[in-house]
């Protein structure tokens, strides 16, 4: 109801300038697509528009204007087109989530700029080519999320990520073999899944990877005995 105060309206958080600081409507059976004036919510910190899946259209460029953004959730619609460079102005932003709809295209190279960035989700999408060793430069990340695209070529070195927990790159085209750098990740209790890479190791698999077990064969795919 347009006529109730801002602050009564269902999803909306305000600060005390009565500015827009959270927007989460998820699961809110939300159609058409993201309008343009999303940019005009200067203050805004978390936007949470996940699991509506008669949400369509791209991912508008004015998202790039959100200067405060920490959450951007927009997981579980039917978003498509590529991912827009301008999304690489969100210094702050810890948290990506745009799995679960139909974007294509290449890795969006500038996401690589998100410096602040702990968690990074892009699986199930259309995504094509190959993951940017760029990616060493998000320090910060705990979870990298990419599979069931179709990125191709082979995995990149990745000694920068020494914070990394969570590593799903199952559901590609990889190839080639495993890379130095997972064997000191493996090190420190990585949960990871490269299943279902049909090109991927070649002749065989990495000594360490092939070796490493973990004890939930649900995330896993080299359960302990």
């Known amino acids: 109801d347009f006529k109730e105060p801002l602050k009564d309206w269902h999803g909306v958080t305000l600060n005390r300038e009565d500015r827009v600081i959270e927007l989460k409507l998820a699961e809110n059976n939300l159609k058409g697509s993201i309008p343009k004036e999303i940019g005009e919510?200067?203050?805004?910190?978390?936007?949470?528009?996940?699991?509506?899946?008669s949400l369509k259209g791209s991912i508008p460029k004015e998202i790039g204007e959100l200067k405060e953004l920490k959450y951007l959730y927009l997981f579980g619609n039917d978003l498509g087109d590529s991912i827009p460079k301008e999304i690489g102005e969100l210094k702050k932003l810890t948290r990506l989530y745009l799995n679960g709809n139909n974007l294509i295209g290449s890795f969006q190279m500038r996401i690589t700029e998100l410096e602040n960035l702990e968690y990074l989700f892009l699986?199930?999408?259309?995504?094509?080519?190959?993951?940017?060793?760029?990616?060493?430069?998000?320090?910060?990340?705990?979870?990298?999320?990419?599979?069931?695209?179709?990125?191709?070529?082979?995995?990149?070195?990745i000694p920068s990520l020494d914070n990394l927990k969570e590593l799903y790159l199952n559901g590609n085209k990889l190839s080639g073999s495993y890379p130095s750098s997972i064997c000191e990740l493996l090190n420190n209790d990585i949960k990871?899944?490269?299943?279902?890479?049909?090109?991927?190791?070649?002749?065989?698999?990495?000594?360490?990877?092939?070796?490493?077990?973990?004890?939930?064969?649900?995330?896993?795919?080299?359960?302990?005995?």
Do not use: M, Q
Not at 131 to 145: A, S
Not at 196 to 203: A, E, T, Y
């Open 41 to 53: 919510l200067k203050e805004l910190k978390e936007l949470s528009l996940t699991n509506n899946d």
């Open 123 to 157: 699986d199930d999408n259309i995504l094509t080519n190959s993951i940017p060793e760029e990616i060493n430069n998000l320090k910060k990340l705990i979870r990298l999320h990419l599979s069931d695209n179709k990125f191709t070529g082979s995995i990149p070195e």
């Open 192 to 225: 990871f899944n490269f299943e279902f890479n049909d090109s991927l190791l070649g002749g065989g698999k990495s000594a360490c990877v092939h070796s490493y077990c973990d004890p939930n064969p649900n995330l896993n795919p080299n359960p302990c005995d």
